[in-house]
């Protein structure tokens, strides 16, 4: 059965609880513009009634004419199916003649500092940017690449497929990802090093967990971190940053596999390298001990019986101003609000998802962790609560079309 716009424009007015009347009030658009909408006798309208539309109703203009919300926030620019190709340049494989360079590629010095900022893009939320950015990005490492052939260029062409193995991920293509961190692995082997192939295996490992293969997920991470464990003593903080990171990247799907304990005794491996190691940034990630408590509240709500009790427990041991990456700290608000609304504080669940909207709305809307709370908080809703169901909307937790 297709779905008109008219379909939708009703089920969302009548989700917002709202007449034609106040629609009308509320958009600037004539009230038998919208009746003939909903009633078929038009089938569209023009484009700025439409977002004058989405506009009162509090959605995306995409989420009203149908598109999927995820990837038209990243491709408003062609950005996502960019990156793809990027990722997936079939002139960039051995054998494969590809298009000559048509200017200069940048200086290794120049293309570090892009990888840098891209970095930084990421970890504050800006994936339209970065979807916008990161596939030339990567055309422009490729090429500095064959021009510099140093390890320092490998090593940073190996950061920018990490930034595109995650965002792929985040945007929901685990495939695109499973590729970029193929090339990110290959890099990382050009750069002769052992500690940004384990961060790789680190991405790697959070791909196969999108991808449910949580027994590869873990495995692949745990071997790893036994094959870097650092020494006890003389160990640099970039070390105990890897190892640690893979340490969590292992108990994520342990606790996904309803193994809690094994999680939670890889986390306490992981704390105490944080420890020693100290607040440290390396090979684009953050490690310290705030970082691995707030993944105890995350694998607490893991698995086929979260427990939210204790989720909520271990919450506070985390210093929140201590989080320096402000999508770290949206994780982790988003999995508090969640043990919240289990633990029956719907109120302060919804309080604190808005919070993070706000600070974050780029990054929730891509969140399947938060859709899935607020949906189970709709579901549950005893009476009509408009500002659930205004988040809701923004997130595409719309009701069934």
Known sequence: MTISIGDRIRALREFRDIT??????????????IRKLEQGVRESARINTLRAL????????????????????????????????????PGSLPGV???????????????????????????????????????GLLRDGRATARQHDTEGVWRDLALAYQLAASLSTQSGHPDWAYTAVERQLAA?????????EGMGVSTL??????????????????????????????????????????????????ARADQHDDALQLLTLAEGAAVQSGPTRAYGSAFSVVDVRTQKVNVS?????????????????????????PVHSASYRVDVAQAMYQTGDNAGALELLLEVEADQPEWIRVQAGAAATVREMLEAERRRNSTLRGLASRLGVDPAL
Do not use: C, F, M
């Open 97 to 135: 003649l590809g298009d000559d360079d048509l200017e200069d590629p940048p200086s290794p010095a120049e293309w570090a500092e892009q990888v840098q900022a891209a970095t930084e893009t990421y970890w504050t939320g800006g994936y339209s940017s970065l979807a916008s950015t990161l596939p």
């Open 20 to 33: 034609q009347d106040e629609l009308a009030r509320r958009s600037g658009v004539s009230v038998d513009t």
């Open 54 to 89: 989405a506009r009162a109703l509090d959605v995306q203009l995409e989420r009203l004419v149908g598109q999927p919300t995820v990837t038209q926030q990243l491709t408003d620019d062609g950005g996502l199916l960019a990156l793809r190709d990027a990722i997936q340049d």
């Open 205 to 254: 490992s959070w791909v196969l967990l999108r991808q449910g293969r949580w027994e590869h997920a873990r495995s692949l991470a745990e071997r790893k971190a036994d094959a870097l464990e650092p020494r006890r003593r003389g160990a640099t903080p970039e070390e105990l940053a890897v190892y640690g990171n893979l340490l969590i990247a292992a108990a994520t799907p342990a």
């Open 301 to 325: 709500l893991a698995g086929t019986e979260g427990r939210p009790a204790e989720a909520l427990s271990a919450a506070r041991d985390v210093d929140l101003e201590a989080i320096s990456r």
């Open 188 to 196: 990382a082997a050009r750069a002769s090093d052992p500690l940004l």
